[in-house]
């Protein structure tokens, strides 16, 4: 490649929408650099499925945080979310990405 | 005074008990019909926000009194120990966890607005004339019955071995929501603006919140026809029978204290009617948030199910006009 | 009897219709403009709930009739058939694939709502009146043509080799989204109702349904300028003349169809003009949904472009006015 | 004449100024109180639909007269000439950089449309009628102001080394966006179908752009109060003391600017009001939006939290009834 | 990493928006745990481009399912879906991820 | 596995929502086979947190788009993407995917 890009973590959370202020809050306390929150439409899993039109409020719906961090910080990250996501419902994975302005994370 | 069959009739023959019907309809035939949640909400919003300016201009015009402040203490009062009683039937009679107890307790301390709204236009058209006021009553009422309800629950758990930061955080948090939630902030919001205002405000804004509010409430009851009838067709069917029960007694028995409460303080019908109807609904957005947030534990499929599914299509459908009867009987 | 040109001119010059022409000028300019989804849906959902109601109240008023039934018969076998010639046509002067054939045939068969609910407003404006249970009509007409084209679409079509259960799975599904899309039961759902509740429920909604009806179909048009322009834009300059011609005459031919039974059944003026207006409009929300769970093969940049880029503004600025005229004539 | 107290005592206690401070009251506590987007936009195109509209029906009975267009010109004007006053200030008083200077002025010769809808209100309930032409000014002075901008923000910039393809197709994407930006297209073209279908068409749609439009805005102004609110507790501490004061008394600049022109045309005391308000107001969502792609350099935090954040509630609380009294003096 | 991760498969299948309820019951049949379904706003491909808020319906729309599946499920999923892609416009990729909670999937 | 697949690469650009149209362009000039945007709800950076019903119009919202291509197609990609996520706020990462149908890429 011509242009040169740095390895990095995308983190994808996904959590249940009324403790997102919660995984926010946990991924400012570990220290990353920043989130984007993505909606979500529907979904299943073990504990049946849901749609976003029918619901009231924000219980039974499920958001995705999506956080690009350094390697370093991940492990930090993953710590701060883990009594998160087994108290709520929420799952995360960690993924390995290319990116081209590392000084950003 | 009318008789209890005759406002049964009127009240499931309205539009709006109909639209509800379709929507439980659509759902059982899986349509795809939908509302979307951005309209669902802001017609959430336009609701309160209607309700309560409404209610706040006619206690401009009629005055505060001596019963506004006692319905406001009863009505504190009721959705504080509303949640004691629930809890303590649920374990006599069911196996649910204690967390999930507590939660499904909550929601019959709490209110639903919805029910609210539906029981003004049902004692309207019953010829009966309720108190503004009732409007800050149902805002009141709101918020006692989560704060009860996560007392039983937390009696129950060991406290944590290790200081959780997350958790501390959490609860800052969660009382300020609990004060400030949408729902509490716009109702409240919209009464003393109204109060403020009084009828010229009401004048400049009667096209948008009085005349269509109605067909709103149609269109608002439609979708929650749809969303209590998929959260019927999922998890109704699981709910245990004595579960199922207390979402039928639970709001008779809080109507029946609230009659009391209504009696001695010497309400008028259409405002005795109100407030029992409060008593007797079931909140299911702003407890169900809450009780995510602080009860993660407790089952949303048990407690949104039965206040959606089973307590809310009662009192909307033969509810409502039982307690404009129970009302009309006690004052 | 109005002239024709007169009934254009109103037609041409009314709100509605210059909404619709903004739109489609905004799209031309690539301005930004538009109308998030959530609302359009909602908007369509309030025109079916509106228009739906209203009618059955009519009926109600009215009283039901051996025209009724013929009419609603009448309305199915023009839906069943219109695909019939509509594919005929294609294939005499087109050169588009068998699918696509059956799938701009089904379009033509089955009706648009919006198109209707514009056609009741010019009929009213020229000073015309119509029977309520052409709502009935309407919801009837939406499916049939959807199944005639299935049927001219699959006989081309080798059975495949082996058994799909995706396939299996999905044509029970396809049978209850034909029979239950929501377009049918918002319809029909309102209607019964309009219905059941007749003038003492619409007179409690009325500031919702009736009122605010013209302004909010104005601001639909305005979204449908928009989209029906950037479909233009991204498709029309594709379609072959052929497909472009069927565009503009076969609602012509479904709207003469429908004339000559609505001669034959003896019906009003203006009933008769909405019979040929639903047969002469093609849909652009539920067929082509249908089009694309039952014949993935065949290309919306054909069906859709034709059906909202081409037909609906040729019903708009100028079918409606002719079926009018064409109604006054035969009737 | 009003008395300035009067007419400042009537517009802080309306019903559209307390739900502002609702808004307000509900960021500040944190409150999850909101809007949906797709709600606020459709608000947005609601409000400018009805305010076109009716200028335009307005315009159509009064027919044009020479005032129209020296007005129209010289709305262009000050649009044009405010941010050359507004950079000089910034650049005399604070330490913003080149771009931000150029921004933030550009923000202030633009216009607020909501501003200006609350100010026909205040206008109105003063007891003063307005010509219908104001909202063709209104359209006229959205875009001047950007284009002086950026020539201010590129005087200071070297031309780029390399040619940017990516800024050559932006340029041209710029100006059409300038030129038929929603905001614009939306207001002239409600103005022009208003004009064209006169009180008629008025009538048809009155029921849903005049009857409920207050109390639209009522619920629009929730939600500005919510946004500027959010606005304000995340950035304006951080704005430097010399820019908030700009924010304040460069709206009375403009306003008195547009006075004396107001007076040297011979404007009524209600046109007079609004023009002022006109020139007074800053643009909170067009500017933006075209500084983001023409200057992304300059820092939103600034301009938008200057706008929204200092100069919307200003105007809406304050500067309104202190136009309409400069209005009543002037003319 | 002191956190332990596992690794797993992300399956990510952008369909038209009519065929979504096919997609998920394909899903179902091939044993996935659950799923997510994302909304899309706009997109370009092959076949021209396309704008949420220029469609009626959900004809032309594009939904972004994301399916976190232990890669032993992943054949059979891929196997499911591939009739699927190949009749609606669809396009499906699997990429690697590491999850805490190795249970759920 | 019984089905092939075939290596590709995911670009992910969190774009500012005012650019996205430079960006989709940009795309289009790098030779890009399709695209998809999906919308955010909020986020945080450097430059504080936003929310989508927090804002009026565009500005200071996120979107995401999702690219998937050909490996040999993303140099040219990220050269063009680069002058605009350094103008505009914008994030760009690419991951390794497996697709089932190389043909579309
Ligand atoms: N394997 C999975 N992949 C993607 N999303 C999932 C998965 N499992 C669960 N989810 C999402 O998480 C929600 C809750 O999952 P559960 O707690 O298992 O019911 C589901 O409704 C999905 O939206
Ligand atoms: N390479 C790609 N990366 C991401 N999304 C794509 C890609 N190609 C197509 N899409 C999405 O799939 C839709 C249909 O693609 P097509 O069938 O090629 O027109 C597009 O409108 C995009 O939303
Ligand atoms: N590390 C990150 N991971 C994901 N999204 C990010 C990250 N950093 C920034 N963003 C997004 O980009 C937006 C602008 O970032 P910034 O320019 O740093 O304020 C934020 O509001 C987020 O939506
Ligand atoms: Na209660
Ligand atoms: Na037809
Ligand atoms: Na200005």
Redesign the pocket.
């Known amino acids: 490649m011509s242009i040169t890009t740095h390895p990095k973590k995308r983190i994808e959370i996904?959590i249940?929408a009324p403790a997102l202020t919660r995984v926010t809050a946990a991924l400012d306390r570990a220290g990353a650099t920043g989130y984007t929150v993505l909606p979500?439409l529907a979904?299943?899993?073990?504990?049946?499925?849901?749609q976003r039109d029918d619901a009231f409020g924000d219980s039974g719906r499920?958001v995705c945080v999506v956080c690009i961090s350094d390697a370093q910080r991940v492990p930090a990250i993953l710590e701060t979310l883990k009594p998160l996501v087994e108290r709520h419902?929420g799952?995360v994975s960690v993924a390995d990405v290319q990116v081209i302005r590392a000084e950003l994370f | 005074m009318t008789s209890m069959i005759e406002i049964a009739q009127q009240n499931l023959l309205s539009p709006m008990v109909l639209f509800f019907a379709l929507g439980l309809f659509a759902s059982f035939v899986k349509s795809d019909l939908s509302i979307p949640e951005a309209i669902a909400k802001t017609m959430a919003v336009y609701l309160m926000m209607a309700i309560g300016f409404k209610g706040g201009v006619e206690l401009a015009n009629a005055g505060a009194s001596a019963t506004l402040f006692a319905v406001l203490a009863a009505g504190a009062a009721v959705s504080a120990v509303l949640p004691l009683i629930g809890f303590g039937l649920l374990s006599a009679t069911s196996k649910l966890a204690r967390v999930d107890r507590a939660a499904v307790a909550a929601h019959y301390g709490s209110i639903s607005i919805v029910t609210f709204v539906a029981a003004t236009q049902a004692v309207t058209t019953a010829g009966l004339a309720y108190d503004g006021y009732l409007i800050a009553v149902a805002a009141v009422m709101e918020s006692p019955a989560i704060i009860t309800a996560l007392m039983l629950a937390r009696r129950g758990q060991p406290a944590p071995a290790t200081p959780d930061p997350d958790a501390a955080q959490t609860s800052g948090h969660l009382w300020r929501e609990i004060a400030f939630n949408s729902s509490v902030l716009m109702l409240t919001g919209a009464f003393v603006i109204g109060m403020v205002t009084g009828k010229p405000g009401l004048e400049m804004i009667s096209p948008f919140i009085i005349d269509p509010f109605r067909g709103v409430l149609c269109l608002f009851l439609l979708d929650m026809g749809l969303i209590a009838g998929r959260g019927l067709r999922g998890g109704a069917g699981k709910l245990p029978l004595p579960v199922i029960a207390f979402g039928l007694y639970m709001p008779v028995l809080g109507g029946l204290l609230a009659a009391g409460l209504a009696m001695a303080i010497g309400l008028s019908a259409g405002s005795a009617a109100l407030f029992i109807t409060l008593a007797a609904s079931a909140s299911y957005i702003a407890v169900p948030a809450a009780m995510r947030l602080a009860l993660p534990e407790a089952k949303p499929s048990i407690y949104l199910t039965l206040s959606l599914g089973v307590t809310f299509p009662f009192n909307l459908a033969l509810g409502i006009p039982f307690y404009i009867w129970l009302a009309e009987t006690v004052t």
């Open positions: 996904m249940e979500a979904g299943r899993g073990n504990g049946g499925n849901w499920i419902i799952i």
